[in-house]
């Protein structure tokens, strides 16, 4: 119960302190109960221990008098000769060597004000403690400055590391939301229908063929279902969903679709991530051969090159639309798709990756994927 | 059916045009068509946008089966250019556009009632088509002795105009394209770049491949096309009046209405004159 309501005062008092804007006065709010802490304990320390003489009410004035002094004094002057940037270690401390005495005297004559006692007594009265005092302020200016310093650089690098996670969880969330679209994308009700609607016609008119398509059908629609699950394919098998595709589209698209398939026996059990190259031949088609009126040629090859695995989809199709620039990311959903594959790559293998297109002559494009290769 | 076999008897046959780029569905279409409407003359096949418009406008027909994507045009580019290019003398050919599943196209369809099937194409839903299109039919006399009063054209024309705006990503097969504007053309002249700023384009023509922009001082082709382009400018200053031209509207000094109800805009600095086609009339109506 006691716990609890500690916890919520706690984050009462926290909750508070998120509405002030950063600044020096939100620092100065933030180590206050730790001074006033710090303040008390020197008045213990002083009345008990050192036995002045003073009363504990006095002595209390009188603490958090000179405690707030050296506070302020060393907070104010490392704002004034380091502002944001944090000091060394070294630094601070020699600051706060130096300010304890001016604020220990500070703190006397505001202490002296406070209880209309003269100045000059009450300065004359503390000398007689003088190096016990002067001693005390030190230490304990040093003390308190190492606990606020470490609690600077705790908060610091506590924000530095939320900022960091952030950043982190907002690339992960990219990277899955784009991976989610891909798969969305993947089997296209548009694809299948038209599949289906050609399937649908040959099985009168050439059941052979029907019955390749059928297999086809199958081979695709089997590997984009599994490779949307896995975290890796072989090269291999990406080739084999390919060629299902490829198959596919051909009969569908007749004698306006040639292609070519060219993948090294020493490369097919290569890993890539899945769904990468298969959207870029399906963009290809799609944008680039299903449109044009003679159609064209789909190359597709692999090659490795320095511990560099280059794929690339060659087409002889329409080309990049007008005003067409590789980096410029648009609402527009075929260089959304693009932005995609930039946007796993990234998350995949960070800058060691890269995607890019270029028009290929003298019609259609190149589309590119380089990835490091595992080991 | 025996309505059909007395229409036959008495007219031509009524004809249809198939456009559809897959040659297997192309086919099975046809074949369908033969089975629950043998008297239909399909002889007019094509494969691609570009020859479902001259095809059509060479013969004639009173069908059209329309794929919507199509390579060269799509289904509804044919239908514009149709519109456009009618002659007034004859009667507008109906039209049935053919779609694979596309959830934003058949709900488009659905609001502007225009004639669609869907693909794989059931043959029971074929036959309610080729029913509503017998009916049709039956209360107009097919082909070239009887003008078009002009409702068919008209209605084709409405549901286009309704259509482009409800789905033109989806049904027009290609994807919406940037938002942003385009502040200047540039277009290659020899081995320079002519920059014109975009308020100094007088209007915008297609060619083949090409767009011819005009300014008072010149006209340059930049190689893009007014699909690509259209998208790039502002639809308060530049509005498309033909298929192929789209004009910046404070250019225009004047639109000429003559007898047979065809527009011809006249400009403030050029001696050019544009026409407006019958599908962007409305555009010109008096305020």
């Known amino acids: 119960m006691g716990m609890s309501t500690k916890q919520q005062m706690i984050a009462k008092w926290q909750q508070w302190l998120n509405t002030i804007p950063d600044c020096f006065l939100k620092k100065v709010i933030t180590e206050l109960p730790r001074l006033l802490i710090i303040n008390v304990l020197c008045t213990l320390l002083v009345t008990f221990v050192i036995r002045n003489g003073s009363s504990l009410f006095e002595n209390w004035i009188f603490s958090n008098a000179i405690g707030a002094s050296c506070y302020l004094l060393i907070r104010g002057v490392g704002y004034y000769l380091w502002k944001e940037a944090p000091p060394t270690v070294l630094a601070f401390y020699l600051l706060s060597v130096t300010m304890a005495p001016i604020g220990f005297v500070l703190g006397s004559v505001i202490g002296a004000v406070l209880f209309s006692y003269p100045i000059t007594s009450v300065l004359h009265f503390q000398s007689k403690f003088i190096y016990a005092f002067i001693t005390l302020t030190c230490i304990i200016s040093v003390v308190a400055a190492w606990s606020f310093w470490n609690k600077i650089q705790m908060t610091e690098l506590i924000a530095i590391a939320e900022k960091e996670k952030a950043r982190n969880a907002s690339i992960e969330r990219q990277a899955m939301q784009a991976q989610l679209q891909l798969l969305q994308a993947q089997i296209e009700p548009h694809m299948l229908f038209n599949t289906l609607a050609n399937l649908q016609g040959l099985i009168s008119i050439d059941p052979d063929r029907a019955q390749h398509m059928l297999a086809q059908l199958i081979v695709y629609l089997r590997a984009t279902l599994s490779a949307s699950r896995a975290e890796n394919t072989s090269l291999q098998s990406e080739f084999t969903l390919i060629q299902a595709y490829l198959d596919l589209i051909a009969i569908r698209m007749g004698k306006r679709l040639r292609y070519t398939i060219d993948l090294p026996i020493e490369l097919e059990q290569e890993k890539i991530p899945p769904m990468l190259l298969q959207p870029i031949v399906e963009n290809a088609i799609k944008h680039g051969l299903e449109p044009s009126i003679h159609g064209g040629t789909i190359t597709i090859s692999a090659s490795k090159n320095n511990g560099i695995l280059t794929l690339e989809v060659r087409d002889t199709g329409l080309g990049l639309p007008f005003n067409y620039e590789d980096k410029q990311v648009l609402a527009d959903k075929s260089k959304l798709g693009n932005t995609n594959i930039r946007e796993r790559l990234f998350a995949l293998f960070h800058d060691r990756a890269a995607f890019t297109l270029r028009p290929n002559t003298p019609e259609g494009t190149i589309a590119t994927i380089t990835i490091p290769m595992a080991r | ?287």
């Open chain 2, 1 to 287: 059916m025996e309505l059909t076999t007395s229409m036959s008897t008495q007219h031509r046959p009524i004809n249809a045009l198939i456009a559809e780029d897959e040659p297997i569905l192309s086919a099975t279409l046809q074949r369908m068509l033969n089975k629950l409407w043998p008297e239909l003359d399909l002889s007019c096949v094509v494969e691609n946008g570009f020859e479902a418009v001259q095809s059509a406008l060479t013969s004639m027909p009173d069908v059209l089966f329309l794929d919507i994507n199509m390579p060269g045009k799509t289904g509804l580019e044919v239908a514009q250019e149709l519109a456009e290019e009618w002659p007034i003398d004859k009667a507008f050919p109906l039209i049935v556009y053919v779609t694979a599943y596309d959830e934003f196209a058949v709900k488009a369809f659905e609001t502007c009632a225009a004639d669609y099937i869907l693909k794989p194409v059931s043959e029971a839903r074929l036959q309610k088509t080729v029913q509503r299109l017998q009916s049709h039919f039956q209360t107009r006399t097919p082909n070239v002795q009887q003008p078009d009063t002009g409702t068919d054209l008209e209605r084709v024309i409405t549901q286009l105009r309704e259509l482009q705006q409800l789905a033109r990503p989806t049904l027009t097969g290609h994807p919406v394209m940037p938002t942003e504007k385009l502040a200047v053309i540039r277009a290659a002249v020899g081995n320079n770049i002519r920059m014109i700023p975009i308020e100094d384009v007088i209007y915008f023509e297609a060619t083949d491949k090409y767009i011819n922009v005009v300014t008072a001082e010149h006209s340059s082709l930049i190689r893009s096309s007014l699909r690509e382009l259209l998208p790039q400018l502002d639809p308060h200053l530049f509005w498309q009046i033909h298929r192929s031209t789209v004009v910046h509207i404070k250019q225009v000094k004047m639109a000429h209405k003559d007898e047979a109800g065809k527009i011809t805009l006249t400009l403030k600095n050029s001696d050019d004159k544009l026409s407006v086609s019958r599908v962007y009339a409305h555009l010109f109506k008096q305020m």
